[in-house]
């Protein structure tokens, strides 16, 4: 795929999640959560989910953002549903290196739908909306109870 095509697929995904957030709810039953905050953008989320020994069986998210910040908390809450807490923290790593170091820094094709989020690596400014829900959700596995901030 072209950087072209890859950038015109990045802002559909972004519009598309962003206006029908997938998993934009409080998982019932939640046995962990976690809140995250972005002062430079005004993001605010938080996020739920279920851990079932070590595999995280419902997630969830709810809160106000940008559309970017939106976008990747509805395409990680699909991306970590039914997997293992090392398997959420491997992804959570292969992200952050594509939204910070870009899309040679990754294997793509692995990373199957979140590999739109490299667009977000040309907008520098960007980066601490598309990695917030990340870095909550990484908190809420680790049974955090301070707020994440971005800052």
Not at 12 to 31: Q, T
Not at 66 to 91: Q, Y
């Amino acid at each position: 795929m072209s950087s072209g095509e890859l950038q015109d697929l990045y802002q559909e995904v972004v519009l598309e999640h962003s206006k029908r957030p997938r998993n934009f709810r409080v998982v019932e039953g939640a046995n962990r959560q976690a809140a995250g905050h972005n002062p430079l953008c005004g993001d605010q989320l938080s996020v739920t989910l279920k851990l079932e020994g070590d595999v995280i069986r419902d997630i969830g998210f709810q809160g106000q953002g940008c559309a970017i910040s939106r976008a990747s908390a509805s395409l990680m809450t699909g991306a970590v549903k039914d997997r293992t807490k090392a398997e959420a923290e491997a992804l959570f790593e292969k992200v952050h290196a594509l939204v910070t170091e870009g899309p040679e820094s990754v294997d793509l094709e692995a990373l199957g739908k979140l590999a739109v989020l490299s667009g977000v690596s040309e907008f520098p400014a960007r980066v601490k909306c598309a990695s917030l829900a990340w870095h909550t959700m990484r908190a809420a596995l680790e049974g955090r109870d301070e707020a994440v901030s971005t800052e």
